[in-house]
């Protein structure tokens, strides 16, 4: 028998070991984002027609009704957000994303929640379980591009949360994730 190699690992090893596997696929993410807004048809906001900001609305949707994988979606808000006003497609892409992480909140409340449990989902449920804290906790998670709100979402759900703080709240904070993406995208693109 082989012994496993992470017991001779020094606290520092042991430290890069946890953070390295989060960072490599952030940034497979990243690039996979990237890539998919280059291949992107340039013309894709004219095939999409009469939906434009239904359009941000039904993409950010879908996306986020994906529990726990993430969808490359930023680009095509990114797209949108050329061709039509960019804070339209904030907030109907911030409507959608409310929208679509309600699955993770019933998944929750139907009591099928399948998070292991880990120090960040006990932190999650403790602060959940406060409405205050709760509503800070939705905002401030669903706010950073980030795949840790499937966990709140999923939990605000399992400890019966009052659906109204949960999209109100997810909303708020996705107003400011859909406000990064769409303008920050437009920074990049104009120094192209």
Known sequence: MTKPASSSATPAQAAWQRWARPIV??????LLNVLIYIWLPPNLVE???????AGAFIVAAIANASVIVPVPYFPV?????????????????AAGSALGESVAFFVGR??????????????????????WRAAL???ALSAPPNPAFDVAGLLAGALGLPLWLFLVSVFLGRIIRM????????????LW
């Open 25 to 30: 696929i952030g940034g497979l993410v990243l």
């Open 47 to 53: 095939r999409l027609g009469a939906l434009s900001y």
């Open 77 to 93: 808000l990114i797209r949108l957000g050329q061709v039509f006003d960019p804070w339209g497609v904030v907030l109907m892409a």
């Open 110 to 131: 139907a009591g099928r929640s399948t998070v292991a449990e880990t120090r960040f989902y006990r932190w999650v449920q403790t602060q959940l379980q406060h409405p």
């Open 137 to 139: 906790v939705l905002f």
């Open 179 to 190: 406000a990064l993406v769409v303008f920050l995208g437009l920074g990049i693109t104009e």
